[in-house]
T-cell receptor
Framework: GESVGLHLPTLSVQEGDNSIINCAYS??????FIWYKQESGKGPQFIID?????DKRQGQRVTVLLNKTVKHLSLQIAATQPGDSAVYFC?????????????FGAGTILRVKS | DGGITQSPKYLFRKEGQNVTLSCEQN?????MYWYRQDPGQGLRLIYY???????QKGDIAEGYSVSREKKESFPLTVTSAQKNPTAFYLC??????????????FGPGTRLTVL
């Protein structure tokens, strides 16, 4: 979920275990959500997205779940690998006066122990 | 090799100087965006552009300026009016900026440090 300042939530998992990263979003009218992965010193990379007309979407080793009732999004990573270590952001599509924007959460640090 | 490039990777600025960060994309995307990222925080939108010769302020535009004279280029100028410019700056693009369900693709970022 959201966090303030330098104290990002951290998830530590053993290599090979499944990871679940959670995110609470703010706008009940948001209809599009994205998960990004950001490695240290790099730009965010797209992982998976989901529209609000879906509850679940699967990719390669990743699954995103959307619960609109409680405005909650989760990212599940199967068989977590050391290369999955990064900061993970959820983003919701918001509206601007012109066009769309993405509203990002503060992120969750995923640490994979070998 | 399609993508978004940002330069320089590291930039140092003295107080009172303006600096310009470069962002170029060859994805043929209409929309481009500039974000600022501070340690332990999410991305905050500075400016965005849906189409050439048009741009709009984001949430934290004060002290920044942009131009969009070409589709593939969206430079960001950090002016001396920006009180705390030290941050990681990220440029992004998407197929379009109006409606649609299109992810934003990010460049590698520029780390700006004010000395």
């Amino acid at each position: 979920g959201e966090s303030v300042g330098l104290h990002l939530p951290t998830l530590s998992v053993q290599e090979g275990d499944n990871s679940i990263i959670n995110c609470a979003y703010s706008n009940s009218a948001s209809d599009y959500f994205i998960w990004y992965k950001q490695e240290s010193g790099k730009g965010p990379q797209f992982i998976i997205d989901i529209r609000s007309n879906m509850d679940k979407r699967q990719g390669q080793r990743v699954t995103v779940l959307l619960n609109k009732t409680v405005k909650h999004l989760s990212l599940q990573i199967a068989a977590t690998q050391p290369g999955d270590s990064a900061v993970y952001f959820c983003a919701e599509k918001g509206l601007m006066e012109y066009g769309n924007k993405l509203v990002f959460g503060a992120g969750t640090i995923l640490r994979v122990k070998s | 090799d399609g993508g978004i490039t940002q330069s320089p990777k590291y930039l140092f600025r003295k107080e009172g100087q303006n600096v310009t960060l470069s962002c170029e994309q060859n994805l043929n995307h209409d929309a481009m965006y500039w974000y600022r990222q501070d340690p332990g925080q999410g991305l905050r939108l500075i400016y965005y552009s849906q189409i050439v010769n048009d741009f709009q302020k984001g949430d934290i535009a004060e002290g920044y300026s942009v131009s969009r004279e070409k589709k593939e280029s969206f430079p960001l100028t950090v002016t001396s009016a920006q009180k705390n410019p030290t941050a990681f700056y990220l440029c992004a693009s998407s197929i379009d900026g109006a409606g649609g369900y299109n992810e934003q693709f990010f460049g590698p970022g520029t780390r700006l440090t004010v000395l």
